[in-house]
């Protein structure tokens, strides 16, 4: 009994040694299902844009960097209940999500548009090449009128708790039937086996999956850009406070505010952005 | 948070027709390959080994995955009418599910079965009454008082089980409690409602299970 009581106690004491080992580093939680902008090699390891750029932005700001997986579901959650420090995972900076975390300043930027597959009778809508919902305006207004038309009644997916979801959900475009999936690559196999009409996501999440899969995936439509779409992507970070913690995730903030001007002054983010999305998406 | 409540339950309408119509093509199912496992036949016998066996040997998760998003893969399928049905993530659903209780009911039913005393069958013979009506008279009614217990764990089971077809874009309770979380970050009260209303079903469920055990007894 005593030789299991030792044995319990042991493995208790380096269960808290592990956790105390890593106090002092940063926790980055990404998604890693999301390419560019985060994904998985063939043998589970994390790769694409942002765990490389985190891997920069920690080595200028000389922390030692741990990088963990979360759902996308529970990103939030998961960074409020201390799971990890900061999220580095395509996520854009929207005033919906400042009411509960914070964000650092941008640090990509890419645009959102719908996809359809090849031969679809949602081809060749007649709408503007991209739209910012931030300006409005009357070319604006007539392509979302455009929009309202061709996709009543369609089925249009999306990623769950995206500014994509978001916007079909606002009903700037009417009421489409929107389908929600836990993760992109979901959204892509049932674009291409026909379940969707649609699916809005971004861009490069398309043309990634068309390039990789070799499936005849389409972009339709305008672009889109600001009102729900959010003021590009930044770090997401929890909300500093007064006590040790709070004071510790200001600083943070800061830190990693500083880290990106220094980053984008170097020329580091637009590199990345080429070498992963094939233009410069840095911001 | 309180706002949250009326989503939940209008999701929760959802759960018990998945759960209704899973249960309801499960039983027949159930029975039919209940009836194969007892044949003589070597080849149906093993048939219908093999379909339990492979229902009740893989995670349901992947079940549904390989009809939702496997089948969906296969070409040849969306020209075909099937896909009418394969199409819609919620026959995808039902389909998966009825083929998962489906399995565990035929083990239900065909130990229940086999536990009839010979005794009984053979009071039936001694009065000539046809192997038939044997069958649907007397094996049928007893076998499925001997199984209520089980069965009844079989549907608290199954309705378990219907949290999973969130997972192919159903807004279940589950699908709808993950939808609240995505827009209110708060996923432990939200998940306590949940949970609380999928706790209230099983105990529904359980005292029907009881009450129907107490009501056509036990004796057999």
């Known amino acids: ?283 | 948070m309180i706002g949250s409540f009326p989503k939940l339950l209008s999701a929760t309408v959802i759960t018990l027709k998945l759960l209704s119509l899973s249960l309801f093509f499960g039983l027949f199912i159930g029975l039919l390959f209940a009836i194969l496992r007892m044949s003589k036949n070597p080849i149906i016998n093993k048939f219908a080994y093999g379909y339990s066996y492979v229902f009740r040997g893989t995670p349901l998760l992947v079940q549904i995955f390989i009809i939702y998003f496997g089948l969906g893969q296969i070409e040849y399928l969306r020209s075909t009418f099937l896909w009418v049905i394969l199409k819609e993530p919620y026959w995808c659903a039902v389909i998966a599910f009825a083929l998962n209780t489906g399995a565990y009911t035929s083990e239900i039913l065909r130990s229940a079965f086999q536990t009839i005393k010979p005794g009984l069958i053979e009071a039936g013979k001694s009065l000539g009454i046809p192997n038939k009506v044997i069958f649907y008279k007397i094996q049928i009614p007893i076998a499925i008082k001997q199984s209520l217990p089980a069965y009844g764990n079989e549907i608290i089971l199954m309705l378990k089980g219907t949290s999973l077809a969130s997972t192919v874009t159903l807004m279940d309770l589950t699908g709808v409690a993950k939808y609240i979380i995505s827009t209110t970050f708060k996923p432990i009260e939200v998940f306590i409602v949940a949970g609380g209303i999928y706790l209230f079903m099983t105990f529904c469920v359980h005292n029907f299970i009881k009450f129907l055990e107490k009501k056509y007894g036990f004796q057999t």
């Not at chain 1, 929890?238 to 903030?253: N, S």
């Open chain 1, 1 to 283: 009994m005593n030789k299991f009581k030792t044995l319990g106690l042991g493995i208790l004491i380096s269960f808290f040694l592990t956790i105390s080992s890593n106090a002092d580093s940063i926790r980055i939680g990404t998604e890693g299902a999301y390419p560019p902008w985060n994904s998985k090699d063939a043998s589970g390891n994390l790769i694409g844009f942002e765990v490389e750029l985190a891997n920069e932005l920690c080595k200028i700001m000389k922390a030692e960097c741990t990088i963990v997986e979360q759902d996308w579901d529970g990103m939030i959650p998961a960074l409020l209940m201390r799971k990890f420090d900061a999220i580095m995972a395509g996520m854009s900076i929207t005033a919906e999500r400042q009411k509960t975390i914070t964000f650092s300043q941008g640090y990509a930027d890419e645009v959102a548009s719908l996809a359809v597959m090849k031969g679809s009778n949602l081809e060749g809508m007649d709408t503007p090449e991209g739209i910012n919902l931030s300006l409005g305006g009357s070319d604006v207004k007539k392509a979302l009128k455009t929009l309202t038309g061709v996709l009543a009644g369609k089925t249009v997916c999306v990623q769950t708790a995206t500014i994509h979801q978001n916007f079909l959900d606002s009903g700037d475009v009417g009421s489409v039937n929107v389908r929600t999936y836990k993760t992109q690559d979901e959204v892509n196999l049932d674009l291409a086996s026909g379940r969707c009409d649609a699916a809005l996501a971004a861009a490069v999440a398309f043309t990634d999956y068309a390039d990789k899969s070799g499936k005849p995936v389409v972009l339709v439509g305008p672009t889109f850009s600001g009102g729900a779409f959010g003021n590009g992507v930044g770090v997401g970070i929890r909300q500093g406070g007064d006590d040790a913690i709070g004071k510790r995730d200001a600083k943070l903030l800061k830190d990693f505010n500083k880290a990106i001007d220094k980053a984008r002054k170097q020329g580091i983010i637009s590199k990345l952005a080429i070498k992963h999305f094939g233009f410069d998406a840095s911001m």
